[in-house]
């Protein structure tokens, strides 16, 4: 093989990418069919949402992702499901509480005429 048929490596880091060094080669460039880009995303549960966030919030989730060797769109995907998973507990917590007190009431309710008998015989 000479230098001409080798490819220029290029890093496969989230700034390529963004910066357009992978992805955007015409020669190489594909539509995939809209069904299999469905098929695709119904397969692994996902659904396209646009967002507008600070530029400096975008910023900052690059950083981490690249502390944690990942795209910074799966770690706010990670963010959000920690950030609901948390939420859906404390939910969870503040709904059993409610009925623990609602039962000490009840049971409390209950005694309260018992009280009220053996003073009165006393």
Not at 29 to 56: F, H, N, T
Not at 87 to 110: G, I, N, P, W, Y
Request: net charge neutral; aromatic share 4%.
């Amino acid at each position: 093989m000479n230098s001409k048929q080798l490819a220029k490596e290029i890093a496969n880091t989230p700034e390529a990418w963004e910066s357009g060094e992978l992805g955007q080669s015409l020669e190489h460039v594909r539509v995939a069919p809209s069904k299999l880009a469905s098929e695709i995303d119904d397969a692994l549960g996902l659904q396209m949402i646009s967002i507008r966030l600070d530029k400096e919030l975008i910023d900052m989730f690059k950083l981490l992702a690249g502390k944690y060797q990942m795209g910074y769109q799966p770690l706010m995907r990670e963010a959000l499901k920690r950030f609901v998973d948390g939420e859906l507990k404390m939910v969870a917590l503040e709904a059993l509480e409610k009925q623990s007190l609602a039962r000490s009431k009840s049971k409390d309710d209950q005694n309260s005429p018992k009280k009220e008998k053996a003073a009165k015989a006393a």
